[in-house]
């Protein structure tokens, strides 16, 4: 039963976030290719990559994702700033433009409200708990690998 749960739950997940990301391709005029659309989403998910984080996270050549960087940069979509350790890097940021295009913050806040509403303190914490196994259990990242955690 629980495997279902969670099975379902990935995949509405998954759907939901597919339908609104070409939902507000097509509607939008936005300028971005659906390549471009994933590699701001991987760079906003990742926090502040640096642009060799990137490359190697999507597996691509850093020219390669200097290359679609550069685009983003361009249309308004992604941020480089120098890294205050190291200036010969950038770090990569989302804008502002891009978290109103996308529009996730605000949907991930209304569902936290819901769920602050319809249960208890207790229950919202031991909540967080089993999505924090999840992610960090369940679902492993290995960031140095920049693979799935075997």
């Not at 391709?25 to 290719?33: A, I, K, N, R, V």
């Not at 990559?49 to 691509?60: C, H, I, L, R, S």
């Amino acid at each position: 039963m629980l495997e279902k749960i969670v099975q379902t739950a990935y995949r509405e997940f998954t759907l939901r976030f597919y339908h609104e990301l070409f939902a507000r391709f097509q509607d939008q005029e936005t300028g971005l290719t659906a390549a471009e659309i994933f590699a701001a989403e991987a760079i906003r998910a990742l926090g502040t990559p640096t642009v060799n984080e990137f490359a190697a996270f999507m597996q691509v050549s850093t020219p390669n994702a200097a290359y679609k960087i550069n685009s983003l940069v361009r249309k308004g979509y992604v941020k480089k700033t120098r890294s205050s350790e190291d200036k010969r890097e950038y770090l990569l940021h989302v804008t502002r433009k891009y978290e109103l295009y996308c529009g996730a913050g605000d949907r991930v806040q209304s569902a936290v409200a819901r769920i602050r509403e319809r249960f208890t303190p207790e229950e919202c914490a031991k909540f967080g708990e089993m999505l924090s196994v999840i992610s960090e259990e369940l679902l492993p990242w290995d960031h140095a690998g920049d693979k799935p955690a075997q």
